[in-house]
């Protein structure tokens, strides 16, 4: 069956600080990987993509890290600020028997900022 | 501004009625998708789209009903045989089912059954 696992379930953090969030999964056979960020209420937003040949990704202050080997991933926020404040999902792909791409979501890292 | 509208934003439904979550985009997207997010779950599929006049089966379809008459139209009704609607409700679109391309979100539907 597959899976997404994301740790930590929450965090907390201080203004300015780094925090590195943490996705391992379990889906096969893979084609790529892609991190959300979602405020409360509110619908996801795309972050990255990584495929399996690539080992990082960046978007501002979001660096995305893939290790297609051991099947983990890594979130990696610089000088957090308070509109980082969301929950961040890990999505990974998988292409089925028939060639569609199925995706699979995990329950996400709820990461607050504090001033 | 182009992206994916969703409403009502809040629905309370009573006991038996059915109800319909609006999905509109103007992306000019081909594939459309409904989801479905539950505290401490992940996102799981509804029903979604690739093209006009077609639509198959999520993981989670029964109880629920859509139509693809147009390409940026993708609706969902919450019938009473769905169980447990209490749910905030995610619509997405991307240009064609190809592996790797973006997905879009909508800002949600929150559905209360009262």
């Known amino acids: 069956k597959n899976q997404v696992e994301q740790s930590p379930q929450s965090l907390i953090i201080l203004e300015g600080k780094n925090c590195t969030l943490q996705?391992?999964?379990?889906?096969?056979?893979?084609?790529?990987l892609r991190w959300y960020k979602q405020d409360t209420g509110r619908g996801p937003v795309s972050l990255t993509i990584m495929t399996f040949s690539e080992n990082t990704k960046s978007n501002g202050r979001y660096t995305a890290t893939l290790d297609a080997d051991t099947k983990q991933s890594s979130l990696h926020i610089t000088a957090s600020q308070l509109s980082d404040s969301a929950s961040y999902i890990c999505?990974?792909?998988?292409?089925?028997?028939?060639?569609?791409?199925?995706?699979?979501f995990g329950t996400g890292t709820r990461l607050t900022i504090i001033p | 501004d182009g992206g994916i509208t969703q409403s009502p934003k809040y629905l309370f439904r009573k006991e038996g009625q059915n109800v319909t979550l609006s999905c509109e985009q103007n992306?000019?997207?081909?594939?459309m998708y409904w989801y479905r997010q539950d505290p401490g779950q992940g996102l799981r599929l509804i029903y979604y789209s690739q093209i006009v006049n077609d639509f198959q089966k999520g993981d989670i379809a029964e109880g629920y009903s859509v139509s693809r008459e147009k390409k940026e139209s993708f609706p969902l009704t919450v019938t009473s045989a769905q169980k447990n609607p209490t749910a905030f409700y995610l619509c997405?679109?991307?240009?064609?089912?190809?592996?790797?391309?973006?997905?879009?979100f909508g800002e949600g539907s929150w559905l209360t059954v009262v």
């Open positions: 996705c391992n999964y379990t889906v096969s056979p893979f084609s790529n």
């Open positions: 999505v990974v792909s998988a292409i089925s028997n028939f060639g569609n791409e199925k995706l699979t």
């Open positions: 997405a679109s991307r240009m064609g089912a190809i592996t790797g391309n973006t997905i879009y």
């Open positions: 992306l000019n997207h081909d594939a």
